[in-house]
């Protein structure tokens, strides 16, 4: 499994789908760069998604907010409360630097703590990706997390009462907590200090402390009025945006699954009080289909409904899929309640409510979410694509049998050689045919190379042109997955390509 892991890969990176972000100052941790291949499979999914969830619903729009939001937000979101809150509160600004200081430091060993902690369990266990070991290990460490969260919150609470010696005495607990249980408890652990922050504004004194958003969800919440107006829609409807999302993750080794910048596509679906359940399965089902249209095969997924709810959440279900290192989640759909845009209400002092005609009355809507990583689908559908294929003849080849709608290259144009008016052809038919697909013309080397570089990418026809084109007009089309060559008229190329590769 490793190694089919470490295949995909290299494979990734050799024939341009991701490299690793910054690779000749030796690359940046869980981040990832898409090249030409990866660029356009990554859009293709992109639409894929928005077409299924704006265009093909009525009651669907979607939107493309900003990354930077007011801070206030993710105090709403409940995303800075629980680590910052006894310091906020405290109203004396010495104490509070204090306070800031030594959460600082503390902070800073923690995570030289938490990195120990990760790489003897890398050690111990050679690989990097051990699924296992690793989520017993965050779990590790995000419960030492939880245990210095709350003496630091105590800490905080001492210096304002300007009792030093118990301030002392809580430094020497904090030096000792020590995480020996293997408990997991994500995702109330987790939302405080997965944040990046940044600045707005120029000068030191007057700039702004900002975050980079860890989810697309809040853009949504706070233009879920601006939306509802200016659509004129009706409840139930939704919001869709893809967008990118930001988390200082802590574990963040396998790959793509989970990177500290990525993108989510999301789609909030504003509902009356009291039918949130019904629509938290309609979009369970919904999703589950959606992905299975995409033909990766049914026995990949599975539902894994949550018992353990998140405070905003009155019903949550994972949709996971089998990656090269187990089932994971792919997708979250989440009943959130009203809880974000009450929270909103509250912090922004604006209603943030829908009248509804029919019962004749004002609520704060509730709402049914469903978050997808983009990264995340993408290395789904990698994955799943690449194979190892032992030919009748007993050679090999390598294959990438991407959804043929969603392949960066609908189709290689492929003269047997440039001479003799054969390139010149092949750029004809490339021309017409380049406004409808994207194509790649290529005339060197032998065509069984050719082809081959076109199975690594996952291209679903290749187009071979010969002597007998220039005089019959036809031309030989071979399919990537059955290998198999037709003689076909270059006048139903654009009717074939189209018939294979539309969504
Ligand atoms: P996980 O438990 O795997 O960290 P999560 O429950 O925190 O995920 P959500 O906050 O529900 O995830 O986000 C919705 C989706 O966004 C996830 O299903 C996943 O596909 C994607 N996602 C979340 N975090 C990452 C990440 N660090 N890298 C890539 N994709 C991510």
Aim: contains cysteine; glycine residues 6%.
């Amino acid at each position: 499994q490793e190694d089919v892991f470490k295949k995909l890969i290299s494979h990734a990176k050799e024939y341009g789908f991701i490299f690793p972000s910054s690779e000749i100052y030796d690359g940046l941790s869980a981040i990832y760069d898409y090249g030409q291949n990866g660029a356009e499979l990554k859009n293709n999914i992109k639409q894929y998604w928005w077409k299924a969830m704006v265009q093909m619903n009525e009651n669907i729009v979607g939107i493309d907010s900003a990354i930077f939001m007011h801070p206030t937000i993710w105090k709403a979101s409940g995303h800075v409360d629980a680590f910052n809150d006894p310091l906020i509160d405290n109203k004396d600004s010495k104490k509070r630097f204090r306070a800031d200081v030594l959460l600082e430091d503390y902070c800073a060993k923690l995570e030289e703590k938490a990195q120990k902690e990760i790489d003897k369990a890398a050690k111990r266990f050679g690989e990097a990706f051990n699924k296992n070991e690793f989520e017993t290990t965050n779990g590790r460490v995000l419960e030492y997390r939880e245990k210095q969260k709350s003496i630091l919150s105590r800490m905080a609470k001492s210096l304002e009462a300007e009792d030093l010696a118990d301030v002392k005495a809580l430094i020497e607990e904090l030096e000792i907590a020590d995480p020996d249980t293997g408990s997991k408890n994500w995702t109330e652990v987790r939302q405080f200090n997965l944040m990046f922050g940044t600045k707005l504004g120029a000068s030191a004194d007057s700039a702004t402390d900002l975050y980079l958003r860890p989810e697309t969800a809040q853009g949504i919440f706070v233009n879920f009025l601006n939306v509802q107006k200016t659509s004129r829609h009706k409840l139930p409807f939704g919001i869709a945006q893809i967008g990118k999302a930001f988390r200082n993750e802590i574990v963040a080794r396998q790959f793509i699954f989970r990177m500290r910048e990525f993108e989510q596509m999301e789609m909030q679906f504003f509902v009356p009080p009291g039918t949130e359940l019904g629509f938290y399965e309609e979009w369970k089902q919904k999703r589950f289909n959606w992905h299975l249209a995409l033909g990766l095969g049914e026995e990949n997924y599975k539902f894994h409904d949550h018992e353990k709810l998140a405070h905003y959440a009155n019903a949550a279900a994972d949709i996971e899929f089998k990656f090269p290192f187990g089932f994971k989640e792919l997708e979250g759909i989440h009943s959130r309640t009203d809880f974000d845009l009450k929270a909103h209400e509250h912090h922004s002092g604006r209603k943030l409510q829908y009248f509804d005609a029919e019962r004749n009355e004002n609520y704060v809507p509730y709402v049914v979410e469903t978050s997808v990583g983009l990264d995340r689908l993408f290395l789904a559908i990698f994955s799943n694509a690449l194979k190892d294929e032992v030919l009748e003849d007993g050679s090999e080849r390598t294959v990438l049998s991407l959804p043929p709608a969603l392949a960066p290259v609908k189709a290689a144009i492929l003269p047997l050689m440039k001479k003799d008016g054969l390139g010149e052809y092949g750029e004809k038919i490339f021309n017409d045919l380049k406004f409808d697909f994207n194509m790649i013309y290529e005339d060197k080397d032998s065509i069984g190379k050719r082809y081959r570089r076109q199975d690594a990418i996952g291209t679903p026809f290749c187009i071979t042109i010969d002597h007998d084109t220039l005089t019959d007009h036809t031309v030989t089309l071979r399919d990537r997955d059955t290998m198999q060559q037709e003689r076909v008229a270059v006048a139903d190329l654009r009717r074939i390509i189209d018939e294979k590769t539309n969504f």
